[in-house]
């Protein structure tokens, strides 16, 4: 399966990162299909660059963004973008619901 994702380049303490499509078992570091992108939150002010018709065209052939790409995608105007992205599930909430319909 193909996932689309940040990988981390740059040095200590100046992030940068580039937004790839690679095979979801490969290490992050390691083989990429294609880079469609870049982000570099360390700049003022932050720039984030995608080729919007290559990460369409990858969604079309069943990749999927990570949350953190998805979001950063969303944030540069990509529709439908919300599917992908999840929300961080917390420990306590999943013992109160089950403790909740006991009751």
Do not use: C, F
């Given at each position: 399966?193909?996932?689309?994702?940040?990988?981390?380049?740059?040095?200590?303490?100046?992030a940068t990162y580039r937004i790839?499509?690679?095979?979801?078992?490969?290490?992050?570091?390691?083989?990429?299909?294609?880079?469609?992108?870049?982000?570099?939150?360390?700049?003022?002010?932050?720039?984030?660059?995608?080729?919007?018709?290559?990460?369409?065209?990858?969604?079309?052939?069943?990749?999927?963004?990570?949350?953190?790409?998805?979001?950063?995608?969303?944030?540069?105007?990509?529709?439908?973008?919300?599917?992908?992205?999840?929300?961080?599930?917390?420990?306590?909430?999943?013992?109160?619901?089950?403790?909740?319909?006991?009751?």
């Amino acid at each position: 399966m193909l996932v689309i994702r940040l990988q981390r380049t740059g040095r200590r303490n100046l992030a940068t990162y580039r937004i790839v499509v690679a095979e979801k078992s490969a290490a992050v570091k390691k083989k990429i299909v294609e880079a469609v992108g870049h982000y570099l939150p360390t700049q003022t002010p932050k720039v984030l660059e995608a080729n919007q018709e290559r990460i369409t065209y990858w969604i079309s052939q069943g990749a999927q963004p990570s949350p953190t790409a998805a979001s950063l995608l969303k944030s540069l105007g990509m529709k439908d973008m919300d599917k992908y992205m999840t929300k961080p599930n917390k420990k306590g909430k999943k013992k109160k619901a089950t403790e909740e319909a006991a009751a």
